[in-house]
């Protein structure tokens, strides 16, 4: 027979998980699709004979993890000192042209199952890569407008206490 779980030991377990909201959110669906197709990714290439190509995956299936939980935990709101969203974009659009480049020298290159399967992959994560990037793109040109719009402080309490005669 068996033992129901103890009481305490669910809310610890649920205590690891990422908030609900935050899987169903666009960004964790993109970051946990990235994860996954990284993964598989690198299972494929190192069964197959471009083997060579397998750091990048694993780099960016690393990368995808730490961000689905530091974007889960809210650690972007606690760490301010770096701008997350431009690190997210810089991530989203190196990972997809680094994919597309050997996901065409896997499939050109090498014949074996392996390696096809790894370039076809590749294919998706570079989609997915660039739908990361176009969104987070516009994310960050709205921020850009927003603070933009708003004349500098700093610039206007200087140019009215300026003593020096340009004339």
């Given amino acids: 027979m068996e033992q129901p779980e103890p009481e305490g030991a669910q809310p610890a377990l649920r205590?690891?998980?990422?908030?609900?909201?935050?899987?169903?959110?666009?960004?964790?669906r993109l970051l946990l699709a990235e994860?996954?197709?990284?993964?598989?990714i690198f299972i494929c290439?190192?069964?197959?004979?471009?083997?060579?190509?397998?750091?990048?995956?694993?780099?960016?299936?690393?990368l995808a993890l730490f961000l689905f939980f530091a974007y889960a935990s809210k650690l972007n709101e606690k760490?301010?000192?770096?701008?997350?969203?431009?690190?997210?974009?810089?991530?989203?659009?190196?990972?997809?042209?680094?994919?597309?480049?050997?996901?065409?020298?896997?499939?050109?290159?090498?014949?074996?199952?392996?390696?096809?399967a790894a370039g076809v992959f590749g294919f998706i994560a570079t989609i997915v890569f660039a739908i990361d990037f176009y969104i987070t793109f516009n994310d960050l040109v709205a921020f850009l407008k927003q603070g933009s719009s708003d004349p500098p402080e700093g610039q206007k309490s200087e140019d009215e206490n300026s003593d020096s005669d340009s004339d």
């Fill in 35 to 40: 994860a996954v197709l990284s993964f598989i």
């Fill in 45 to 62: 290439y190192i069964a197959s004979l471009a083997a060579a190509f397998m750091m990048a995956p694993l780099l960016e299936f690393l």
């Fill in 79 to 116: 760490f301010k000192g770096l701008y997350w969203p431009l690190t997210d974009f810089l991530r989203c659009v190196t990972a997809a042209i680094i994919y597309f480049a050997i996901s065409i020298a896997a499939v050109s290159k090498y014949s074996d199952g392996a390696s096809k």
């Fill in 15 to 28: 205590a690891l998980l990422p908030p609900r909201e935050f899987l169903r959110s666009r960004k964790g």
